[in-house]
C-alpha cells in the first residue's frame, strides 16, 4: 500500500497568505559557503555585544514527579556557553546562535529534536506521504492565531456580501481566547454540541446536523474547526478514536480543515474511567485501553506514549489536520513555546507568517530547553564540550518520562477532587422524622429525602471538571429563574466560610445554544492547587453546595453594581487575566 | 501652557481591531482579592511542576565595553530564584511568575523599568497630556505586524474596489522585510525619495509630492508611515529634528500615523559628520549637536541620552506616532523582546491584538533580562534576598552605560571601514607615461587619470554604510548595460581573491522607482565583524572595485543559472535568512 498525497489546500489559504513569497532561496547557498568568504551582505549585531557569557538553570531531573511517592527534589545545572564547538548544527547549543537572528522553523537542536519526537514517537502513524513537518511556535495561542490568519479572510459586513463570510466550527463550550482570535474577524463561530467525550459527529447539534443544515444566509459553510479533543477545556473529555474517524469523515465530506489544539495531550487519566466505573457501576465512557497508536501501527516506542488516544494526525489521510502543541503545560506556560504539526505545505505557508510577526520564538527559551532536553553536548571529535556538566540531560527517555511523571501529579488532583465531589453530590433531608423511619429500613435510600446538588463526568483529561449545577433541585426554584439562582450561588460561593471561586460556566460559551445553558456549568480547576489543598477546599466547595441548597432566601446575593454580569469580560481584561489565559 | 489631548485615532483602526472586545475586568477585580479565596477559577498549572529551579546567567558590566581601550571581560552571575520574597510586583523576579501565565503589558517588573526609561529618560519630553503608554513586545518584527494589524485592513482586488485600498508611506529603499508585512495584504507602498538624512519632506519624490499628487486610481492616499529614522537601513542616515518637523507637519496636514522603527536608536555617530568634515571640507549634513533633548524640554537625565537626536515622540502634539523599540541590537536579536511607545488608545488596542497573538514575550527572557537590569532585589523589610548577589545590578545609570559602550563599539567599526573606503574611492590611472609627466607637476592631482569607482555617505548611525557603485566610469560602459556591468561586478567580488559578499541594493528596493536605480547601490554591514578584521576585509572590497575596474571583458562574471537574479527573494527564504531577518 503506497501513503496518498496530502490534499493541495490551497484554495483554504487567506488572500494574504497567498500572496507571500516563496521560498527559493536555495540556489543561494553557494555565495554564502564560499570559503573564507567575507560577509558585508549580513545585517547583525556583532555576538561580543551580546551581555551574556553564559545561560544556566537548575533543572529537574525527569524523575522528580513520582505519583506514586514523594516527589524527588534532585536537580542539575545546565550550562548554555557562549560558544560551543560542534560544527552540527542540530547539536550545537550555545549563545552565539541562540541568541543571533535565527530561523523562522525554530533553533535547529530543538527543531531537530521536536521534529524526531513529533514524527518517531507522538504521532509515529501519520498516513500520508513522507509524514507531517513542524514550525515552532510562541505557544498555542501563537500557533492558532497564525492557522487563523492562514485560513480565514476578514469579513466586514459594511464591504463585503454574506455569502462571502466564512466561518469556524466548534465545540459550544470551549477556550474562548481562541474564540475571541475568530470574532474580531467578522468569522460566523458554528457551534457543535458536545457530551462527555467531547464534540458529537451525529445527532441534534451534531457536526453532521452543523454542516449538513448549514443555512446559507449567515455566510459561506465553515471550513475550519478549532478543537480541544483531549481534557477539553471546559468540560474535561477524552475523544476517542471511533469519534474520531467519524467526524474526520464528514470533514473529507464537507472540506474541513480540523486544528486540533493540545495543551492536556500528555493529562491523560486512565484512572478516571476507574474510578467512574467504581462509583457509577460503568463509566459514562468507552474505556480507550485497546485503542491506542499500536493497534493500527508502528508503537511510539515508549509505553507512555502508546497508551494515550491517538491524534487526528494519526488519521489524516489527506493532511487536512493541523496541531498545535505547547510547552506551557509541559514545561511551564511563561516559556511561549510551542509548535505546530501539519503537512509541508500548511507548515511552509506559517514559515511565511512567522517571518513577518514572531519571527522565532525568544533564543532564551529555546537554548535553555535545548540544553535541558537534548544538552551534554559534545565536540566533533566526541569530547564533552563542558567538563562541569557531569550528569546525562534528559534525552528522548527523559523527556518522555518527565511528561508521564506530570500527568501523574495531575491525575493524583483529579482524583482527589473527583472523589470529593463524587460522595457528595447529594442533600440529605435532616427531617427527623424521617431520619426515624429511615434507621428502621432495611434499605434507607429509598426513603430518606436525597437531592442532587450538581453533576459531573470524571474529567478523563486536561485541569478541570465541569459540574453541572442543578439548580432544578434547589427550593427556592419556583421563586427564581434557574440563571438568578445560578449566579447567586456563583456569589454565594465567594462568601464566608466557603471562599470558593469558580469559573462560570458564561465564559466558555461559545455560540447561542450556549449561552442559553451556561448558567447551569461551572469549570471547577485542580491543576493549580497545592496537592494537600485539594481535599480541603474540595470540601469548602461542596459545603458551599449544601449551605446554599438549605437557603430559604437569596438574601446578600444581589451584586449591586452588577459586576458579576460582566463576567464574560473577565478574558478579555487588561493584562492582569484572573482565569489566565490558559482558561 | 495645558498639553493638548491625542487625538482620537479609531477612524484609523481596521475593522477587525475596532471589534476587538474592550476591558472591563476591572470591577471584578474584588472577588479575587478575596482574602484565603480558594481559587478554582484559574486555568493555570502547578508551579512546582515548572522543571527549572533557577535561571542563572554570567552577565557582563556596564563597563565592559571600552571604545577608547580594551574591552573588561569581568562579570557577574545573576539568578532568578523559583520565588522570591518581595509582594510587590514590581520588584518581584521569580521563576514562580515569569514562568507562569503573565500579563500582556509585559512582566511587572520590566514593565515598570522600561516604562521609567522611556517616559523619563528616553522621551522626557512627549508634549501630550498624560504621556505616552508602553506595551512590551517580541521585537521590532512582531510589533510592525501589531501596528499593521490595528491600523489596515487587507484589500483583495476580487472582492473590494480600488478606492477601499490602503497604503503605507516609506523610505524608497528600507526594511524589506517590514515590505513583506505590507504586501500580501495588498496594500499600496508609497515610497518618497530619501537623502543622506532619510525621507525628503518636500521637492521631487519626497512626502509632500506623495501626498499631494496621489494617484487615487492607485486606492485611498496612505494613511500609515513606515519610517527608520535612525541608522536608516539600508542608507545610514539619521533623520534631525528640522525634517522631523517638516515631515510631522505633513503628516498632520494629511492625517497620517508614524510609525517609527528604531532598532539602532543608540547607535549615533558624531564622529561620522566630523570625519566626513576632516576629508571632504564639510558635512553633507548639517550637524546636529545642537538639537538634542535639552533644547525643548526637559533633559533625559544622561549626557549620552541628551546627545541622541530626538524621537517622532517628542514633537508629536496630537498623538500620531507608534515607536518600535527593541533589544535585538542593545542585548541580543535572540531575545525576541522589545516595546512599543504610543499613546494610551492605542496601546490599549495592542493590548487586545496581543492577548490573542503572542500573550507575552517568553518569561526567560523577561526574567534573565529584568534580573540583570533590576535585580538585586530586597525583600519587604529591606532584606537582600539573594546573598549571594554581592554585585549591584545594572540599574537605569548601568543600562544607559551599556547602551554608550555599544555604540562606541560600533562607532569604532564604522570609521575604520569608512576610513579605507574613503581614501580609496578612486583608481589612479598606471599609464606610466601618465605618472612620468605627474611626478613633474606642483599638483599632481591634476593631471594623473583617476576614476571614481563609488561613492557613500558616511553613515550617521546603524550598522551599514550604503554605497553608490559608479559603473558610469567603468571602462567597459559602453558595452554593457550599468545593471549587467552592477551585477557582473557583484559576482566578481565573490570571486578569489576578493571574496566580499555584499547585500545587493535590490533586496532594499521598495518601489518601482526605487527598482529602477537599485544596480546602483550595495549594503555593507560593519556591525558583525570581528574589530580586527574590518580594516583588511575593507581592504579586500575596495581591491575588488579596482580590479574590476581594470577588467576589460566580463568573462566568467555571468551566473550562468540565473540564481543571482533571484537575490530578492533572499530574504524570503526558508528560515535560513542569510542577510538576517535584521537586515
Sequence with gaps: MTAPHPLDLSHHFSYASKNRSPSSVKSFYKYFTIPNIANFAGGLPHPTYFPFDTLEATVARPQRLQPSSKDDSKADRVIVPKESKTADPSRKIDLTTALQYGTAEGYPPLFSFLRQFVRDHLHPNVPYEGGPEIILSCGNTDGFSKAIELFTNVWNPDRDWIQQREGVLCEEFTYMNAIQTIRPRGLNTATVAVDGQGMLAYGKGGLADVLENWDFRRGRRPHVMYTVTIG????????????????????????????????????????????????????????????????????????????????????????????????????????????????????????????????????????????????????????????????????????????????????????????????????????????????????????????????????????????????????????????????AFWIHLTKKPHLCLVAPGQIFAAGPKSVEQEYRFFRVAFAPMDPEDVIPYTRRLVEGFRSFWKRENLDGLNDDDDESLTMQEMQLGPGINFFGPGC
Design 232 to 487: 477539553q477545556n471546559p468540560t474535561g473529555g477524552n475523544l476517542l478514536i471511533e469519534r474520531r474517524k467519524e467526524i474526520y469523515a464528514l470533514c473529507q465530506k464537507y472540506d474541513v480543515i480540523i486544528v486540533e489544539d493540545e495543551p492536556y495531550w500528555n493529562l491523560q487519566f486512565p484512572s478516571a474511567y476507574e474510578m467512574e466505573a467504581h462509583y457509577r457501576g460503568a463509566s459514562t465512557e468507552p474505556t480507550p485501553y485497546n485503542r491506542n497508536y499500536n493497534d493500527d501501527g508502528k508503537s511510539s516506542g515508549y509505553a507512555f506514549l502508546d497508551s494515550l488516544v491517538p491524534s487526528y494526525l494519526s488519521i489524516d489521510t489527506e493532511g487536512r489536520v493541523v496541531r498545535l502543541d505547547t510547552f506551557s503545560k509541559s514545561v511551564a506556560p511563561g516559556s511561549r513555546l510551542g509548535w505546530i504539526t501539519a503537512q509541508p505545505a500548511v507548515i511552509e505557508r506559517i514559515t511565511r507568517i512567522t517571518e513577518v510577526t514572531t519571527q522565532q520564538p525568544s533564543g532564551f527559551v529555546q537554548s535553555v530547553i535545548a540544553e535541558t532536553i537534548i544538552g551534554e553536548q559534545v565536540d566533533d571529535n566526541g569530547s564533552r564540550i563542558l567538563k562541569k556538566q557531569a550528569v546525562p540531560s534528559w534525552r528522548m527517555d527523559g523527556w518522555v518520562r518527565w511528561l508521564e511523571g506530570l500527568r501523574g501529579g495531575y491525575e493524583k488532583r483529579m482524583n482527589d477532587m473527583c472523589t470529593v465531589l463524587e460522595e457528595n453530590k447529594f442533600l440529605f433531608s435532616e427531617n427527623p422524622e424521617k431520619s426515624k423511619i429511615t434507621n428502621d429500613h432495611v434499605d434507607h435510600w429509598e426513603v430518606v429525602d436525597r437531592v442532587q446538588m450538581y453533576d459531573f463526568t470524571w474529567p478523563k483529561g486536561g485541569m478541570f471538571a465541569w459540574v453541572e449545577v442543578r439548580v432544578d433541585t434547589h427550593p427556592l426554584r419556583s421563586k427564581y429563574s434557574p440563571r438568578k439562582l445560578s449566579k
